[in-house]
């Protein structure tokens, strides 16, 4: 079979791509490896940034956003025993909309199947080949265990860290530029009312915590736990404890309940570059990956998704092969400014292990400027709520 644009991968970055570029009239074919059920239902990060909401709107698959995301006007940063509010839209004009990846990956399904666009679930055994010609090819057994052959202008690699994509390009022997940090995230979702509007980041001595919202019955927290640690060592008690001496503030007093989920998600920093190699290109996750403090994943995966298109429909449309050829470094811009950011949040709200005293005094003292000089408040907040397009 033919097809102008192969895309691995259905998570945000895949859906988002092939929906942007069908759109544009470039026709796609979405493999993804795992069922529709477990796409729509793995639950991940829950903040969009201004610019992702505007983009999502636009194209016509926002309305459930619309009615269910909540609007953040400011978060919170906890030290010292109390809150320190950053007000984003005070600041920037702009705020961020907390609304679930499933639900945005529910949502592009869906546009994809109102539209008749499709989607491979369950596909196997993905390869790429011929990616320095221009007619590379994907091969993949389908839902039904039939080989498959896809002849295509272009592959577009949005298959997370773990995928075919990322490994096909490392043979290529691209830069990969890689961190990783002295801790992991217990992630916990509770069935209890969030005790705070607004998200609540807390810097303590034990630790990180993330106080976050999933709905008014639902709260999702995040601890700073040694990486070595499994899920298995943090029993609910124990989970319950170390929130409420994180979290410790003057009149907040966190309400238990059942716990839903606990995950641990590592944390990492990573950048591979080029994000290209000859007619294969990678979006999202499978180019790079930022540790979660800063809520980016999605919201990166996005902004490349957003540039990618643009390119392959000047390929595809116009046989213009200038914005393709440009497509990695137009986007590493961006990808090393949220670098940055989520740096900067991680450092500045966990605990290092390795950290002397005078490092952990530092580390309030950025955190007194950035809650007290509007300047740096500002600056922080246009990260947070995102930077612009272009
Ligand atoms: P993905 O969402 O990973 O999608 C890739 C898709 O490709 C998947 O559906 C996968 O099944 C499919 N796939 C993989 N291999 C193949 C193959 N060989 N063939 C076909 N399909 C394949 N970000 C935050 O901001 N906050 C968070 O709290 C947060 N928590 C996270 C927790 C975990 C466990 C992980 C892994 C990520 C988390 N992130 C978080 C990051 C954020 O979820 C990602 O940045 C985002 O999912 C990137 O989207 P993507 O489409 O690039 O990749
Ligand atoms: C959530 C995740 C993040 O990484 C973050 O910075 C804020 C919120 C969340 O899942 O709610």
Redesign the pocket.
């Known amino acids: 079979r033919d097809v102008a644009v192969g895309v ?7 859906l988002l791509l092939s929906y942007l570029l069908n759109l544009q009239g470039v026709e796609t074919l979405v ?4 069922s529709r059920a477990h ?1 729509e239902q793995r639950v ?4 969009c940034e201004h610019p992702t909401v505007e983009l999502l709107r636009g194209i016509g698959v926002g309305a459930r956003m619309d009615a269910q995301g909540m609007m953040h006007h400011g978060f919170s940063l906890r030290f010292d025993g109390r809150d320190h509010r950053i007000p984003l839209t005070e600041l920037t004009g702009k705020c961020t909309t907390v609304y679930g ?1 499933q639900e945005v990956v529910k949502d592009l399904v869906h546009a994809h199947e109102e539209k008749g666009l499709p989607i491979e679930f369950e ?1 196997a055994d ?1 390869a790429l080949h011929d990616l320095d010609s221009e007619r590379p090819r994907i091969t993949y057994t389908d839902a039904g265990g039939v080989r498959r052959e896809l002849r295509c202008l272009a592959v577009a690699g ?7 994509s990322r490994a096909t390009l490392a043979a290529t022997r691209p830069r990969v530029y890689t961190h990783d940090y002295p801790y992991a995230w217990l ?1 916990v979702l509770a069935r209890t009312p969030p005790v705070h509007g607004e998200l609540i980041y807390a810097n303590h001595e034990r630790g990180f915590v993330l106080h976050s919202i999933r709905s008014h019955e639902v709260t999702q927290l ?1 601890l700073q736990i040694d990486p070595r640690e499994e899920v298995t060592d943090w029993p609910d008690d124990r989970v319950w404890e170390e929130c409420r001496l994180r979290l410790t503030a003057e009149g907040f007093g966190l309400r238990e309940g059942p716990l839903l989920e606990k ?1 641990i ?1 590592p944390m990492r920093s990573v950048v591979v570059e080029p994000m290209q190699y000859g007619r294969l290109f990678l ?4 180019a790079h ?2 540790p ?1 403090t800063g ?4 919201n ?2 996005v902004a490349d998704v957003r540039r990618l298109a643009y390119a392959l429909r000047r390929l595809v449309r116009h046989s213009d092969p200038r914005p393709v050829t440009r497509y990695s470094e137009s986007c590493l811009e961006r990808v090393w400014q949220v670098q940055h950011f989520s740096a900067l949040m991680t450092g500045l709200l966990h605990r290092d292990p390795a950290a002397d005293d005078f490092a952990r005094k530092l580390q309030l003292a950025r955190l007194h400027n950035l809650t007290t000089s509007r300047a740096a408040a500002t600056s922080l907040a246009e990260h947070y709520v995102g930077l612009p397009f272009d």
């Open positions: 691995v991968g259905g998570g945000p970055a895949g493999l993804e490896a795992r796409v991940r990060a829950g903040v990846q596909v993905v949005c298959d997370g860290a773990h995928g075919v992630a995040y995950s998600a979006a999202g996750d499978a990956i930022v979660p809520a980016k994943g999605m990166l995966a």
